[in-house]
């Protein structure tokens, strides 16, 4: 028996996180990419905004508002920062949506303001938000309507502090996380 088709669209395919998420996903047997958005890049091809994605089987890319939500079963989300928030808020319920910026990882809407500097626009979803590191929560992301991917780096620390801190191999208080990136790090 064939696995039932996922219908995905992907939010800011035409950026650095949207197109390598649909350069993964195409090639899943049950993704079905229905809806790529780029505002900016409207009308055109996946393979005409990048060339190494020319070839395969894509939508033409569209704005958010050409967008039959109806019709998709997931959403990924690629925005920047504080924008997905604006999005994700009028999305139907219906929807899975996994959102890759950092809109929906902090639950407190205080701490949110205070690291990324705005006030959420949807401190209600901030809160039904589930963290998505699936080797730690993943009965909650499958019971999940909003996911909110980690980031890279605390995906590389919690990886490996998560089950020593729950060994009781060390104690959270004394970790000293001393992290660096390059420029690839911010993106595009």
């Known amino acids: 028996m064939a696995n039932k088709q996922i219908k995905v669209g992907v939010v800011g395919a035409s950026g650095y996180t949207g197109s390598d998420l649909v350069r993964l996903a195409v090639r899943h047997p049950n993704i079905s990419i229905t ?4 505002n900016t890049h409207a009308g055109k091809t996946m393979g005409e905004v990048f060339p190494h994605l020319g070839g395969l089987d894509l939508p033409s890319l569209v704005t958010n508002d050409d967008v039959n939500w109806e ?4 959403v990924f989300c690629g925005l920047p920062h504080a924008t997905s928030q604006e999005l994700i808020s009028g ?6 949506i996994i959102d890759m910026s950092a809109d929906f990882r902090l639950r407190d809407t205080q701490t949110y303001a205070q690291w990324y500097g705005n006030t959420h626009a949807a401190p209600e979803l901030q809160k039904e938000a589930v963290y998505g590191l699936s080797e730690h929560y993943r009965d909650q992301i499958a019971a999940a309507r909003l996911v909110a991917c980690p980031g890279c780096y605390p995906t590389a620390a919690l990886m490996l ?4 801190v729950k060994a009781g191999a060390v104690d959270a208080d004394d970790l000293i ?3 660096k990136s390059g420029v690839s790090g911010a993106g595009r």
């Open 35 to 38: 809806t790529l958005t780029a």
């Open 71 to 74: 019709e998709l079963d997931t």
């Open 91 to 96: 999305l139907p319920t219906h929807l899975k």
């Open 161 to 164: 502090l998560l089950p020593l």
């Open 177 to 179: 996380i001393d992290a």
